[in-house]
């Protein structure tokens, strides 16, 4: 095959390197490869390193297990908890805000004596403050308690697993019932709640147990014969003992003229019982303790009026046991925040025997056993009563009422073992 030169067409001898006519290089000629600095090498290295490692460490956290915590209250009773986006409130609180924690609770009582107090938890949406425990629940395993005993204390706190208790305390998630004496000293419990994740929340509450002492003052000891004595006693009594004292008052057998109004601490009334006569209020006792600790008693004492008025007016917690109530516009009344109950009582010829009209946040005694109810217009009038705790009328009688029970709030009642005539 004839050569031909690629740059002038002319023909070329067969091992010719130059072409004779135009002297051009007959060698094909390679582009020369522009070299890569070696720094610009190091940093693409550097690059594709650095996004292996970040996809490395990616898929780690995204495979990695979760790690649970621990969240505690310290002393502020409160623990703030996010949970799939939505934030909580948890505290420990009294029943009359919700949302302000309750770290410290003040009890006191007599050495031996077995007292009881509720313990309530709360779980609150941390924006609005409204109630958030039937979401959350759904995300916890477990709630439980556990008590730090004072080392100092006598005896030791208990605290009854907790439990929800719509009747005692409907606004609470949970109550947990502790039962201590007076020498117990400053235990704490602990609410331990675990979520399912396994996060642990505790909320912690201290017991400041104050030992009571017990004061009693006997007709025999002391002037109480009229109305003004036992007023001039009542305001030594206010002035010399501790709210947080029992203060028992054992009264003599007369008849006391003029209304009575019970302000500033509690006070627990025995009537005279020695057979040499009774205990007899013929004007309104009012019970306005403000500064009440404990619930204020009325024992074996006759109110007896005289067709119109209030024979027991009471706006705090009280209790009335083995007491008469005859011809009152209102044998006995229950009216502001307060729990009121009777037991062993006889009412009758009143216009109403017993009036609830209480809007309080706790019930303290359930039981209105062994009460009469006779010949009045009506027996018991239930207007408004605090919580829904169950009024158990065991043992009572209803005879000759015009009506015996106008409920009506709609209170739930147990009439199962009450008798009407």
Known sequence: MNRTCPHCGAPLPEDAAFCPHCAQDLHPRKRPRVPTPIRRRFLLGLLCAAVLAAAGIGLFYARRPYVPQVYDSGSAGEVHYTLDGTAYQLTVAWPDNRCDPAPDIHQSGREGDVNRWPSRLYVNYKDSGTDGWDEFSQQVASVHMEVEQDPQGASDLIAEEPVNRDQYSPDAAMVSVLEFSGDCGEPQVVWVITMNNG????????????????????????????????????????????????????????TYTGQLELTGRSYEFHGCTDGSGRTVFTDTVKVATADSYWINYFCDIDFVGSGGGVGLSMSDNGRAERCSFTG???????????????????????????????????A????????????????????????DQVIELHGCRFTGNGTDIDNRCDHPLDVSQAVFE
């Open 364 to 387: 303290n005694d359930y039981l209105f056993n062994d009460n009469v109810f006779a010949d009045n217009t009506t027996a018991m009038l239930l207007e408004n009563v605090p919580t």
């Open 328 to 362: 009152w516009r209102t044998a006995v009344l229950g009216y502001g925040t307060a729990w009121v109950s009777l037991g062993e009582c006889d009412l009758r010829d009143n216009t109403i025997g017993f009036h609830f009209n209480s809007t309080g946040q706790s």
């Open 199 to 254: 996060d642990i929340i505790r909320l912690r509450q201290t017991m400041h147990v104050t030992l009571i002492h017990t004061h009693v003052y006997d007709y025999h000891d002391y002037p109480m014969e009229t109305m003004d004595q036992l007023k001039a006693l009542l305001d030594q009594i206010q002035a010399e003992t501790n709210r947080l004292d029992e203060v028992i008052v054992y009264l003599p057998p007369v």
